[in-house]
């Protein structure tokens, strides 16, 4: 896959769900306070959001996508080739709100020890029994665990590609919702090259 399909087929659908979420907080206000809050909105989005995470592990492990891959799979693949995506902190844009998404992930048990992908799983196999799990904390969460999956596909696009400073290493639409902390993203503007770190120390919220 190159950097176009990437944008064109899967950064987008991240945006329009992203643009589903931002637009929960005109009646639940992203804040701490509120993580527990839960709704039949927040279902919708968690299961779409899961699954659009299950299909895009195959995309980033490159499995075949009508493949039967597990999550065993997944993190067999991306805790050997990026094993600090367990210490990849994101902001939450305008709040003091940071997640960890994939902290604690592991290779003994990785379906439980990947919090975004339990909830989803609880909820898409026993909806009523885990239908508080449906709240805006654990919606956060696992959005942010695919903007995180995407942008690194954006960089291994770039890491593998020759003469690479002459394109982007990250999208041209960024995420109007999350920040990553420490991330080293540039783009081209005007026929040059720019760069900017997201997250760093200067910038930290």
């Given at each position: 896959m190159d950097r176009n399909d990437l944008t064109q087929y899967y950064w987008k659908h991240y945006l329009l769900l992203e643009k589903k979420v931002l637009k929960t907080s005109r009646y639940v206000e992203i804040d701490c306070d509120n993580f527990k809050a839960f709704s039949s909105e927040y279902l919708m989005l968690i299961e779409a959001?899961?699954?659009e995470l299950d299909h895009f592990f195959k995309i980033y492990c490159d499995l075949e996508t009508d493949s039967r891959s597990s999550i065993q799979d997944y993190a067999n693949s991306i805790l050997v080739s990026?094993?600090?995506i367990v210490n990849q902190k994101i902001f939450?844009?305008?709040?003091?709100?940071s997640l960890t998404p994939f902290q604690g992930w592991n290779l003994q048990q990785p379906s439980q020890s990947l919090l975004c992908w339990n909830n989803y799983?609880?909820?898409?196999?026993n909806r009523s029994g885990y239908f508080k799990e449906a709240n805006l904390f654990n919606t956060l969460n696992i959005l942010s665990a695919l903007c995180l999956l995407e942008m690194k596909e954006f960089m291994n696009i770039w890491d593998n590609t020759p003469n690479n400073q002459g394109i982007p290493n990250s999208p041209r639409t960024g995420s109007k919702l999350f920040l990553l902390e420490n991330w080293n993203s540039n783009w081209i503007e005007a026929g040059?090259?720019?760069?900017?770190?997201?997250?760093?120390?200067?910038?930290?919220?």
């Open positions: 959001i899961g699954a990026y094993p600090d939450v844009l305008e709040t003091d709100i799983i609880n909820l898409k196999h040059k090259i720019e760069g900017i770190i997201l997250g760093s120390s200067n910038n930290n919220p």
